[in-house]
């Protein structure tokens, strides 16, 4: 069983910065490969940005790319989002997602990820 829970919340306004860390529970965090996904007001859940178990992969949606920076810190069993460049349409509800466990690919379906944290609200404001 892995568990997540993210946290960094925060309003900020347009051009501005945040970063959402993502703390696992479980001892194969390692071997997992992570995501993170978002989700608007009235709108489906979408795919923000993947990495693989050993961070040296790394894939982006074409919305944030260039903008959003996903890394991890293994010895931590944490995953983080580092977001600049932020827009109103960047207004969400952030999910950390882990895929099964020894699982290393990445992947942008939610459906591949078995795992899922609560949740965090990012708003930006223009």
């Known amino acids: 069983q892995v568990q997540l829970v993210e946290s960094g919340r925060g309003l900020v306004q347009a051009g501005g910065s945040l970063r959402l860390s993502c703390a696992a529970s479980?001892?194969?965090?390692?071997?997992?490969?992570m995501g993170w996904f978002r989700q608007a007001p009235g709108k489906e859940r979408e795919f923000v940005a993947a990495i693989s178990w050993r961070s040296s992969s790394t894939y982006y949606a074409d919305s944030v790319k260039g903008r959003f920076t996903i890394s991890r810190d293994n010895a931590k069993n944490t995953v983080y989002l580092g977001m600049n460049s932020l827009k109103p349409e960047d207004t969400a509800v952030y999910y950390c997602?882990?895929?099964?466990?020894?699982?290393?690919?990445?992947?942008?379906?939610?459906?591949?990820?078995?795992?899922w944290g609560q949740g965090t609200q990012v708003t930006v404001s223009s």
């Open positions: 997602a882990a895929r099964d466990r020894f699982v290393s690919t990445m992947s942008v379906q939610t459906y591949d990820y078995k795992y």
């Open positions: 479980g001892r194969t965090f390692s071997s997992i490969a």
